[in-house]
């Protein structure tokens, strides 16, 4: 177990591993929780971790600066929308006020409508009434005539005593 292990390129995390896997492979003492493990081979281990370590802080580093760079423009982007929403919002209230004035002139025209079609009833109600009343009168002048046309009836169907 002399032999110094193989240089890792997974990074970090697998250098790692590889330290996990000598302590949980590695050989118990009896009678004890400690174990025996090659010195060279975990100290090769952790150089292999301190070399990795900057290069991964590096990669950390680009993320970080990714993450930024990727914040801002989704900033600059949802400052756009915010601009185009307040833009459109505007547009809608001013369509908005449009179809109040809209609404607001039908419901005069509606109601102009409703009083004239009241007026039109009432006239055509009155005119009805006089033409009814005409008619009662005419009525009345030809239900005296079969009247009058019925007693004389009568008075020659009567013998005479």
Do not use: H
């Not at 995390?13 to 996990?20: C, K, M, R, S």
């Not at 118990?28 to 991964?56: G, Y």
């Amino acid at each position: 177990m002399n032999e110094s292990p193989p240089d890792r390129t997974e990074g970090v995390a697998g250098v790692l591993d590889a330290l996990e896997q000598a302590v949980t492979g590695a050989r118990s003492m009896p009678m004890s929780s400690s174990v025996i493990v090659n010195r060279a081979e975990l100290l090769a281990l952790v150089d292999q971790v301190r070399r990795a370590l900057p290069e991964q802080l590096t990669l950390a580093d680009e993320v970080i600066a990714d993450a930024d760079g990727a914040r801002a423009q989704a900033r600059d982007q949802a400052d756009a929308l915010l601009a185009a929403a307040i833009e459109r919002a505007a547009a809608l209230v001013e369509q908005d006020a449009l179809v109040v004035a809209a609404k607001e002139r039908a419901a005069q025209i509606l109601a102009a409508a409703q009083v004239e079609a009241v007026d039109l009833r009432r006239d055509a109600d009155d005119y009805c009434d006089r033409r009814l009343a005409d008619f009662e009168i005419d009525l009345g002048k030809v239900l005296s005539q079969v009247q009058a046309g019925r007693a004389k009836l009568a008075d020659r169907l009567t013998p005479p005593l």
